[in-house]
């Protein structure tokens, strides 16, 4: 079954430094995400990414933030002058075009990677 | 107001026995979905089942089943038989205006901590 791939597993970084965390969507979808989870809490939304462009950001996302997807596979997360808050599990998820005739809705579901893990010291 | 609550923090069930894990959610949106995923120790996010709030049946997923009650706005996990396996911790999420596209973000609950006893 085709899978989400994250790249790396683990990701150690100097406050200050620049990070780039690496994905590999489901090759057939057209959506994708990036979510982090902080140690214990709930999974919250980072930013949506459809044709191109960013479609839904959440105040999490600030300028610290960017996504790029380069080529036709890789959807990267940068971040730039990490914080020691930044420390997290980063999960990349991807999700495929709405059911048709359905009525209007979709029920394809986001599949996320296994996430990195990113430490800032 | 939280839009997903997941009251359990954590439960305990006896290995082979059913478990249900709650999830209430908040919206005005007529048009939504409601996800269930389980995140092992290993830490990997995996989606188990989703029900559409115009779907006129409750979703299953072989030992998973969702009881939709949506005039609560109630969508609680059924696990059957449980097994040690099942150990995790479990989100409930919400996509909302599903009419516009596929690409809506999830809104995630707190989580239930499951728990399996031999």
């Known amino acids: 079954e085709p899978e989400v791939t994250q790249t790396p597993s683990h990701q150690v970084t100097q406050m200050g430094q620049e990070v780039i965390l690496r994905c590999v969507p489901i090759s057939n979808h057209l959506y994708f995400y990036w979510y982090r989870q902080i140690l214990g809490q709930k999974v919250e939304f980072l930013v949506s990414f459809y044709n191109n462009e960013i479609s839904e950001k959440s105040e999490i996302f600030d300028d610290q933030f960017s996504v790029e997807r380069p080529d036709g596979s890789n959807f990267t997360l940068k971040i730039r002058s990490t914080k020691l808050e930044d420390s997290a599990m980063y999960f990349c998820?991807?999700?495929?075009?709405?059911?048709?005739?359905?009525?209007?809705?979709?029920?394809?579901?986001?599949?996320f990677g296994d996430g990195t893990r990113l430490s800032i010291l | 107001a939280q839009k997903i609550t997941q009251t359990q923090p954590g439960m305990f069930v006896q290995e082979k026995e059913a478990v249900t894990l709650d999830c209430t959610y908040d919206t005005s949106d007529p048009s939504y979905g409601l996800f269930w995923y389980k995140q092992p120790s290993s830490g990997e996010m995996i989606f188990l089942i989703y029900?559409?709030?115009?779907?006129?049946q409750n979703a299953t997923e072989g030992r998973y089943s969702l009881n939709f009650q949506k005039a609560r706005k109630s969508a609680n996990l059924v696990i059957s038989a449980s097994q040690l396996g099942d150990s995790a911790m479990y989100f409930c999420?919400?996509?909302?205006?599903?009419?516009?596209?596929?690409?809506?973000?999830?809104?995630f609950g707190g989580g239930t901590r499951l728990m399996v006893k031999p």
């Open positions: 998820a991807s999700s495929s075009n709405r059911r048709p005739g359905t009525g209007g809705y979709s029920n394809q579901p986001q599949h």
């Open positions: 999420a919400m996509r909302e205006g599903l009419e516009n596209n596929a690409g809506n973000m999830l809104t």
């Open positions: 029900q559409g709030s115009y779907d006129q």
